[in-house]
């Protein structure tokens, strides 16, 4: 087991998205069944898991239900986010689950400590995710699963095309990583899994799809509050990248998208399931 090394680099890239009500609305309906499905049929009763950027909990929840003999961290670097996890995890009737603050590069628990290490939409936001990933296989036993997915904002597609969804992605893959973050980690996975030694891997990709009056209207509206509100859009403005105007005429493109009948948007994911050794 790699030894753990105390010259800690506390920088970090800036997490666009904050904690906004539009944030935590897209958080607070992720489940396990649609965001981690490449792990679940490597879990066992008894496993011990860590959940690293746990946010509200949702997917938290749905792990500590699947190993009624194990136990559940999910860990956060929000203080105030693990109250509505703590409360999600009440309203489920979960009792082997507890959340933490924490911080990914620098993990205050012994080596070999989990049997399960999953981070779900993490490592794109990190200035180092090949730290984070070397600090996830230390507090995993030997013969444990360090398990990531994340998004590859690039690969995102959509139908019919409106003009200012382009300006969106656009938009977004600047600010993202004028923030020190990679908006297409899930692409780029593998090459920091292997970096972080990490050499028994399994490489998959999974995908979400909003399509339909229900699924379209949601997403359409969570995409055009979250462009509008801060932090991202004060990063975006600050940043030269755009300005009040801009965001707005973007706003206003996923509105437009979300009123067509025949409306279609795919998420790509990058997912690796690493066996540590």
């Known amino acids: 087991m790699p030894e753990r090394h105390d010259e800690r680099n506390t920088a970090s890239a800036v997490y666009i ?28 009763p008894h496993h011990r898991i860590l959940d690293i950027g746990c946010g509200p909990g949702s997917i938290t929840a749905d792990l500590a239900a699947l190993v009624p003999h194990g136990r559940v961290t999910g860990l956060d670097a929000a203080p105030d986010v693990l109250a509505t996890a703590r409360a999600t ?72 095309r409106v003009p200012g969804l382009d300006d969106w992605q656009r938009l977004y893959v600047d600010v993202a990583r004028a923030g020190g973050g990679e908006p297409d980690a899930g692409s780029r996975l593998l090459a920091w899994a ?28 969570l995409w055009a509050d979250r462009t509008r509100s801060d932090p991202y859009a004060r990063h975006a403005i600050e940043g030269g990248h755009t300005d009040r105007a801009g965001l707005e005429t973007i706003a206003a493109a996923w509105h437009e998208w979300g009123r067509h009948e025949d409306a279609w948007f795919s998420v790509l994911h990058g997912e690796l399931l690493c066996q540590v050794n």
């Open 17 to 44: 998205h904050g904690h906004h009500e539009s944030v935590l609305r897209s958080h607070g309906r992720r489940r396990a069944a649609d965001s981690a499905a490449y792990l679940l049929p490597s879990l066992e």
């Open 89 to 160: 995890a009440r309203e489920r009737g979960v009792s082997n689950a507890d959340f933490t603050v924490g911080d990914v590069r620098a993990l205050d628990f012994p080596d070999g400590s989990f049997d399960v290490v999953h981070a779900h939409q993490v490592l794109q936001y990190l200035d180092d995710p090949v730290a984070a990933l070397r600090e996830m296989r230390r507090v995993c036993r030997p013969g444990g699963i360090v398990a990531v997915r994340d998004v590859v904002y690039t690969a995102m597609t959509w139908y019919p």
């Open 194 to 221: 292997r970096r972080a030694g990490l050499t028994d891997v399994t490489a998959t990709a999974g995908a979400w799809c909003w399509t339909g009056a229900e699924q379209r209207a949601w997403w359409s509206g």
